[in-house]
């Protein structure tokens, strides 16, 4: 539902929103210690030693370690910052990493959250567009659209963190665009404390759902992530439950951060048996779950990491991909804290698939369709194209004698 093109926003961050008021360190100190862990970590050890050698042409700000960092070309490395909601994400997503620093800085019990609506901004020629809704947020719930502008938050530039501290509880006045030099409108939204996983974990299960199109009851799931046992026994019961009788699929893999186990795709190409048991109160149990009939993905640029992979293992079965060319980032990462508890992700690990390279690849769709962000209008032109491949392949299944 995204362009990665666009950048997600970062604006000026005015209080931590968690319990503990950071970490101070001078600029020197930051740039000293990502320059020993990247020296130390980075699964590249020519780059690592040259990127430890690395003098600034200035300062180290906050832009110029970005620039540096991502003058490594690589996946999973960059550095993230409280003002930013991939920094709580990712903080979620790698919580056994930072065991102690979470603690720390979210008493008593360590759980990672962040105020919010359950939307990412992202800017296009210098405007800010809703590029993600997430299905179980209140953004979802109040109306808002993949593609509305953003004009401002209770009267006051957009900040992803900062516009909706101290403000759980109750709501914000969203203020946005649907079409090109339109008036902009009002809507009311709640805030809320966003925990990370728990969000995109409760999104795959909102997201749910079938469509009627042309003469067909098509399933649709989308997989903001597959990496919890909670995601993974989501799409079983999906499968097994409102799913079962739809007469095919559509497989939505754009996401963020990707994650997704190397067998993933086993559920929709596997050969294994399906097994399912009764217990004597009636109770049914399943496992190996496995859909076995007609199914397409839709992928973008914000496929990545394990979704990529997963992407990758459905077309080599022959399941047709629709959207855009995936990100090309499957290198494997993990995180550390800098001694202004800022965030770095460091790749540690390269990455073949099947012998195949992806990173700085990615997997190409069989059907190739944009998705224009601005002033989208809540229109999904790869949802519509993915609707008719679909179609296309439930009419060449073979049928049933």
Same mark, same amino acid.
């Given at each position: 539902?995204?362009?990665?093109?666009? $950048?997600?926003?970062?604006?000026?961050?005015?209080?931590?929103?968690?319990?503990?008021?950071?970490?101070?360190?001078?600029?020197? &100190?930051?740039?000293?210690?990502?320059?020993?862990?990247?020296?130390?970590?980075?699964?590249?050890?020519?780059?690592?030693?040259?990127?430890?050698?690395?003098?600034?042409?200035?300062?180290?700000t906050d832009e110029a370690i970005a620039e540096a960092l991502a003058g490594l070309g690589a996946s999973h490395t960059g550095r993230f910052e409280p003002d930013q909601i991939d920094y709580y994400e990712l903080l979620d997503i790698f919580r056994f990493a930072v065991?102690? +620093?979470?603690?720390?800085?979210?008493?008593?019990?360590?759980?990672?959250?962040?105020?919010?609506?359950?939307?990412?901004? *992202?800017?296009?020629?210098?405007?800010?567009?809703v590029s993600d809704v997430y299905d179980a947020g209140p953004a979802a719930q109040a109306g808002v659209r993949v593609g509305d502008e953003i004009v401002a938050v209770d009267g006051s530039p957009y900040s992803e963190i900062g516009s909706f501290t101290g403000k759980v509880g109750g709501k914000v006045t969203l203020i946005l665009r649907r079409q090109e030099g339109a008036k902009p409108f009002e809507i009311q939204v709640d805030v809320v404390s966003i925990r990370p996983n728990a969000m995109l974990?409760?999104? %795959?299960?909102?997201?749910?759902?079938?469509?009627?199109?042309?003469?067909?009851?098509?399933?649709?799931?989308? =997989?903001?992530?597959?990496?919890?046992?909670?995601?993974?026994? *989501?799409?079983?019961?999906?499968?097994?439950?409102? @799913?079962?009788?739809?007469?095919?699929?559509?497989? +939505? =893999?754009?996401?963020?951060?990707?994650?997704?186990?190397?067998? #993933?795709?086993?559920?929709?190409?596997?050969?294994?048996? &399906?097994?399912?048991?009764?217990?004597?109160?009636?109770?049914?149990?399943? #496992?190996?779950?496995?859909?076995?009939?007609?199914?397409? *993905?839709?992928?973008?640029? /914000?496929?990545?990491? /394990?979704?990529? %992979?997963?992407?990758?293992? =459905?077309?080599?079965?022959?399941?047709? =991909? $629709?959207? &855009?060319?995936?990100?090309?980032?499957?290198?494997?990462?993990?995180?550390?804290?800098?001694?202004?508890?800022?965030?770095?992700?460091?790749?540690?690990?390269?990455?073949?698939?099947?012998? $195949?390279?992806? &990173?700085?690849?990615? %997997?190409?769709?069989?059907?190739?369709?944009?998705?224009?962000?601005?002033? !989208?209008?809540?229109?999904?032109?790869? @949802?519509?194209?993915?609707?008719?491949?679909?179609?296309?392949?439930?009419?060449? !299944?073979?049928?049933?004698?």
């Open positions: 539902m995204k362009t990665l093109l666009a $950048v997600v926003v970062s604006v000026a961050f005015a209080a931590m929103p968690f319990g503990a008021s950071g970490q101070t360190a001078t600029a020197d &100190e930051v740039w000293q210690r990502v320059q020993d862990l990247i020296g130390e970590h980075f699964y590249d050890p020519e780059r690592a030693k040259s990127f430890g050698e690395l003098e600034l042409s200035k300062s180290p065991p102690d +620093d979470i603690k720390r800085l979210f008493p008593p019990d360590g759980q990672v959250t962040y105020p919010g609506i359950g939307l990412i901004a *992202a800017q296009d020629a210098g405007r800010l567009f974990a409760e999104s %795959v299960v909102a997201s749910v759902r079938t469509i009627k199109h042309e003469d067909a009851t098509i399933g649709y799931i989308h =997989l903001w992530s597959f990496t919890s046992d909670a995601v993974q026994a *989501a799409v079983s019961e999906a499968l097994t439950g409102p @799913l079962a009788d739809a007469d095919a699929l559509v497989l +939505d =893999l754009r996401s963020r951060w990707g994650g997704a186990p190397p067998d #993933a795709a086993e559920v929709f190409v596997g050969g294994t048996p &399906e097994l399912r048991s009764t217990l004597r109160d009636g109770t049914t149990m399943n #496992a190996n779950v496995r859909w076995r009939k007609p199914v397409v *993905a839709i992928i973008d640029r /914000g496929t990545r990491s /394990g979704l990529e %992979v997963f992407a990758f293992a =459905l077309k080599r079965h022959g399941i047709p =991909l $629709v959207g &855009e060319t995936t990100a090309g980032a499957v290198l494997s990462g993990t995180v550390f804290m800098l001694p202004d508890d800022s965030l770095l992700e460091v790749a540690g690990g390269d990455a073949l698939v099947d012998g $195949v390279v992806l &990173e700085g690849v990615g %997997v190409e769709p069989d059907v190739k369709v944009a998705f224009p962000l601005p002033f !989208a209008n809540g229109d999904d032109p790869q @949802l519509d194209s993915a609707l008719d491949v679909v179609v296309q392949e439930l009419r060449a !299944a073979p049928t049933a004698d």
